[in-house]
């Protein structure tokens, strides 16, 4: 079968064989054969995919999306929140002043939450990456739980009726945000394909621009995992064994501001060690969908009681998908 990644594989097989003199087998050799071999294989993914993501991107403006969550109540409109989520590739840097300009356009919270979870965690980019790391049936069990938790927890939000919670300038700010529908929707209508192309080339090139240090530094710590980690450890601390594992990971991915481009290199090395996919999947969402910057930022609008509640649930949600997923991925 041929591999797309077969170039890629021997660049970096010539660089640490030759040019290096060392052997692929040494714990050296293999640290630096992975980051030599997924440095060009994430970046190339990374803007290929973006360019693709950016065309379909152009089909659908953040104002569209808020129009489309802009009077769905109940469980309806968390459902087609998660699901937009999913399809729009907005991370969380992006996300959370979506977020916020959603509460100002009306959006119910609850639906918002959905949005917010979904967006940076299952975010299609991230889609395309897991495939091309660790297989269609771990990408479909991660994409289901992912819009399935982002449903479930921002639909309990939205039962709580925690609106009381929401900073007052937010609220009081909805009378006065009244963005003209016809002109966004007429601009993204509008575009040639030579237009969309150019966007989508653009954005590509921004992404890669904001993202490729995160990136590079996972490799480089996956290639440390990857080549130096003693799998017996990795094995007792966060293997199958251990039934604090899920929780240990989904603890220590709170605190670290990455991407899921910059994560998933991480990942990759963690189950090379052994690790089961769940546990390392939760660690993944963990960054994603709770990272420390991403909670500073949302504490300028919601109340600390709201931004508990939010934690809480999607941690609880996390968890208990890292345990439900390796029961299900043998």
Same mark, same amino acid.
């Given at each position: 079968?041929?591999?797309l990644f077969? +170039?890629?594989d021997?660049?970096?097989?010539?660089? $640490? &064989?030759r040019l290096?003199?060392?052997?692929i087998e040494?714990?050296?050799?293999s640290s630096? #054969?992975f980051f030599?071999y997924d440095v060009?294989?994430?970046l @190339? !993914?990374? $803007?290929?995919?973006?360019?693709v993501?950016?065309?379909l991107?152009s089909?659908?403006?953040p104002?569209?999306v808020?129009h489309?969550?802009q009077g769905?109540r109940t469980?309806?409109g968390?459902?087609?929140a998660? /699901?937009?989520?999913?399809?729009t590739?907005?991370?969380s840097c992006?996300?959370v002043?979506?977020f916020?300009?959603?509460?100002?356009a009306g959006v119910?919270l609850?639906? @918002?939450?959905s949005?917010l979870i979904?967006? +940076?965690?299952?975010?299609?980019?991230?889609v395309?990456?897991l495939?091309s790391?660790?297989?269609?049936?771990?990408t479909?069990?991660?994409?289901?739980?992912?819009?399935?938790l982002a449903?479930?927890?921002?639909?309990?939000?939205?039962l709580l009726?925690?609106e009381?919670?929401?900073e007052p300038?937010?609220?009081?700010?909805?009378?006065?945000?009244?963005?003209?529908?016809?002109?966004?929707?007429?601009s993204?209508?509008?575009?040639t394909w030579?237009?969309r192309?150019?966007e989508a080339q653009f954005?590509a090139?921004e992404?890669?621009?904001?993202?490729?240090?995160?990136?590079?530094?996972?490799i480089?710590?996956?290639?440390?995992? #990857?080549g130096?980690?003693p &799998?017996?450890?990795i094995?007792?601390?966060a293997g199958?064994?251990?039934?604090?594992?899920?929780?240990?990971?989904v603890l220590m991915?709170?605190?670290l501001y @990455?991407?899921?481009a910059?994560v !998933?290199?991480?990942?990759?090395a963690? $189950?090379?060690?052994?690790?089961?996919?769940?546990?390392?999947?939760?660690?993944t969402?963990a960054?994603?969908?709770?990272? !420390? +910057?991403q909670?500073i930022i949302?504490?300028r609008?919601l109340r600390p009681?709201l931004?508990? $509640?939010?934690?809480?649930?999607t941690?609880?949600?996390?968890?208990?998908?890292?345990?439900?997923?390796?029961? /299900?991925i043998i």
């Amino acid at each position: 079968m041929f591999d797309l990644f077969y +170039p890629f594989d021997w660049l970096a097989t010539q660089i $640490v &064989t030759r040019l290096l003199g060392l052997s692929i087998e040494s714990q050296l050799g293999s640290s630096l #054969h992975f980051f030599f071999y997924d440095v060009p294989k994430v970046l @190339t !993914l990374l $803007v290929v995919i973006s360019f693709v993501i950016g065309v379909l991107q152009s089909f659908l403006s953040p104002d569209q999306v808020r129009h489309f969550l802009q009077g769905k109540r109940t469980f309806s409109g968390n459902i087609l929140a998660g /699901m937009l989520g999913a399809i729009t590739p907005f991370c969380s840097c992006s996300a959370v002043p979506l977020f916020i300009g959603f509460l100002k356009a009306g959006v119910p919270l609850g639906v @918002t939450f959905s949005y917010l979870i979904s967006a +940076p965690m299952v975010d299609a980019i991230a889609v395309f990456l897991l495939w091309s790391l660790f297989g269609l049936q771990a990408t479909i069990l991660y994409v289901v739980f992912g819009v399935s938790l982002a449903i479930a927890s921002g639909y309990i939000i939205g039962l709580l009726k925690l609106e009381k919670w929401v900073e007052p300038f937010i609220l009081k700010s909805r009378d006065d945000y009244l963005p003209d529908d016809n002109e966004s929707d007429l601009s993204s209508s509008a575009l040639t394909w030579k237009q969309r192309s150019q966007e989508a080339q653009f954005q590509a090139l921004e992404i890669l621009k904001s993202v490729w240090i995160y990136v590079v530094i996972g490799i480089a710590l996956g290639a440390g995992i #990857h080549g130096y980690a003693p &799998t017996d450890l990795i094995s007792q601390w966060a293997g199958r064994s251990n039934p604090f594992a899920v929780m240990v990971a989904v603890l220590m991915g709170v605190p670290l501001y @990455t991407n899921v481009a910059g994560v !998933l290199p991480i990942a990759e090395a963690l $189950v090379s060690k052994g690790m089961p996919l769940g546990t390392v999947l939760s660690f993944t969402m963990a960054v994603t969908a709770l990272s !420390l +910057p991403q909670m500073i930022i949302l504490k300028r609008v919601l109340r600390p009681q709201l931004l508990a $509640v939010f934690i809480g649930l999607t941690t609880l949600g996390i968890i208990s998908i890292g345990y439900i997923f390796n029961s /299900m991925i043998i």
